[in-house]
Structures are given as C-alpha cells and as structure tokens.
DNA sequence: AAAGCGTGGTT
DNA sequence: TAACCAAGCTT
C-alpha cells in the first residue's frame, strides 16, 4: 500500500506553502512548528494567510518570546482556539530558555514543550528535521481504519495509531516521511470523512471498507457541542472585543453590555483569566502583557 | 478519560 | 437550517 500512496501523492499534493522548494529557508523547524499550531483544528485555507503574516513579523521563536503574550493573541485573530496562541509564545520561551533559540528535533524535547502533543511533535520531527516516525493525524487514522479495519470512521486517537502507522512505515528516512504526508493528504482530499471519492483512490482495491460495500459501521467520535449560545461563543466574543480594543485596557462594565445572559458573560470574563487569555484589574480587563 | 476549547465554510 | 467538519491539546 504505501508504493500506491506515495505514487498517488507524487501526481496529486495540493500546492502548499510549506511544500515549495523556494520556500525551503522558511519552512524549517520554526516554520514548521507554528503551521503546525495553526493548523491543529483549523482548515488548511484559514490557515496560509495568517501563517505568512506570523513567520513575517516572528521569523524565529527568539523573536516571539520577545514580545508580549498579547501580541500573539492580537495576531492570532479570528483563527479560533485562542489558547493555541498563548501555548505557542509559551513554547517560543521555552525554546529560548532550555534550547539556546533553535527549535528541538528531538520528539521528547519537543513534546515537553506547550501545546505539543503526540501528532506535533511528529510532524515537526519529521517534516521540518527528516526523522523517521509515524505521523498520525485524524486524516490517516481514517484512511487506515478504512483500508485495514474495513470500518467508516475512526476511533479516538491513541497508542495503538502509532504502532500502525509504525508497521506501514518504509525504511528510509526521506521515503518514510513522504509517506506520511501522503496519508495525510490522502484523508484530507479523497478519503474524506464525509464523502469519500472512492473512484480516485490509489488504494480502492485492496480497501476493506470499498470492499465491504462501505457500509455504516457507526460513529464512535465525540459529538461537538452546539455552540450557539455556548459558554464558547461568550468566551470568542469576549475576546474579540479584547482583541479589537485600541486601548489596551476596557473597564470591565464595557465588555458585552447586551450580552443575553449576564451571569455566562461573567463566567466567560472568569474562564478567560483563569486560562491565562485575559488579565483583570482595576476594574480594567485587557490581554496579558 | 471525558469534556472543554473558536470560528467559519459546507451539506 | 441545524449539523457536520476541520493537520489536537490539556486537564
């Protein structure tokens, strides 16, 4: 299976930043490292404009830390996830302080940084450095649970992805990480979760789910929660409001005046400085200098 | 370990 | 239109 894929992706990679060759010198363990933040839970298409701007204004991790968390958040902007801005200028410190400035190519030191988990530490290893391990995304983990399992949608992640993905690995280092990519972009363009383009698979022939008929073998996935009149939708509004604040600090009695339901704003203003995304004083509230 | 966390495009 | 979906991580 892996010859079909990489053949397949050799002729059918969508045209990425991060994949051009003139593009190289941005795209090392920095580069990779913050399309990776952005890209964990927000479409590829959201991301490139935001992701261009970012690398323009912090070309390496010692020139984030140099600036406030606030920053990060501003520039972030409407990306969603807003936690991921403030993990990513906390891994830029961390970085600086325990890696001299130069992002780790090391998985362990990389997954001991924040907001780096099994799936970035990974793909930065191996997309940025050249290393050999399995990268698993929610994209393979659907195209192997359909191939080998013969079932429609994955379960959860966990342990056991890694050793699949682990045993269809090639043995080379530049051959493995191309792999890895074509799975990726495999799910993310024809085996897609919701309308599988079956027709234009390089594996359709051996799959166990085409072959089963593809048929509904349920859900096992969490339900996201509606997020119309979510706590969540309080939280972004508040932050946006934040966000677009030319002054940097609003007297809290200014932050969602009409909000439907005062007690979830407050619980909103609450969560956010709990979680670090916004400070409180004075009767002010304002980002985190 | 299950739940919480944004935002916008697609079906 | 409401529900689904998107290169996950943390607690």
């Known amino acids: 299976m892996p010859g079909a894929v990489m053949a397949w992706y050799r002729e059918n990679a969508r045209d990425l930043p991060w994949r051009r060759p003139e593009f190289a010198d941005r795209y090392g363990g920095w580069g990779v490292l913050v399309s990776e933040f952005m890209l964990q839970q927000t479409p590829v298409t959201r991301v490139i404009p935001h992701l261009e701007a970012w690398l323009a204004r912090w070309p390496t ?10 920053d ?46 099994d799936y970035t530490a ?17 994209n393979t983990r659907r195209v192997i649970v359909r191939a080998i ?16 993905m682990e045993s269809l690995l090639p043995a080379g280092d530049a051959e493995s990480a191309l792999f890895n990519a074509a799975m990726m972009e495999l ?18 022939h051996i799959c166990a789910w085409r072959l089963a008929g593809r048929p ?50 407050d619980r909103a203003i609450d969560s956010l400085v709990a979680d670090g995304l916004a400070e409180a004083s004075g009767g002010f509230l304002r980002l985190p200098a």
């Open 61 to 70: 991790p010692t020139s984030l830390a140099a600036d406030a968390p606030a």
């Open 72 to 117: 990060a958040v501003r520039q972030w902007a409407n990306l969603g996830y807003p936690r991921r801005a403030l993990w990513l200028h906390r891994a830029a410190l961390e970085i600086r302080d325990r890696h001299g400035g130069v992002v780790p190519r090391d998985v362990d030191a990389l997954l001991a940084l924040t907001g780096i988990g």
């Open 122 to 138: 990974r793909a930065v290893a191996v997309f940025a450095y050249g290393e050999r391990h399995p990268v698993v995304d929610t």
């Open 149 to 164: 399992d013969g079932r429609s949608q994955p379960d959860p992640p966990s342990r056991r992805d890694l050793d699949a």
């Open 187 to 204: 799910g993310a363009t024809v085996c897609t979760a919701r309308s599988p383009l079956c027709d234009a698979c390089p594996i359709a």
């Open 216 to 265: 509904d073998t349920g859900d096992t996935r969490r339900k996201q929660a509606r997020y119309e009149g979510s706590d969540r939708q309080a939280r972004g509004a508040v932050l946006k409001t934040l966000r677009a604040a030319t002054s940097r600090s609003v007297p809290i009695e200014a932050v969602l005046p009409d909000w439907p339901d005062p007690l979830q704003r």
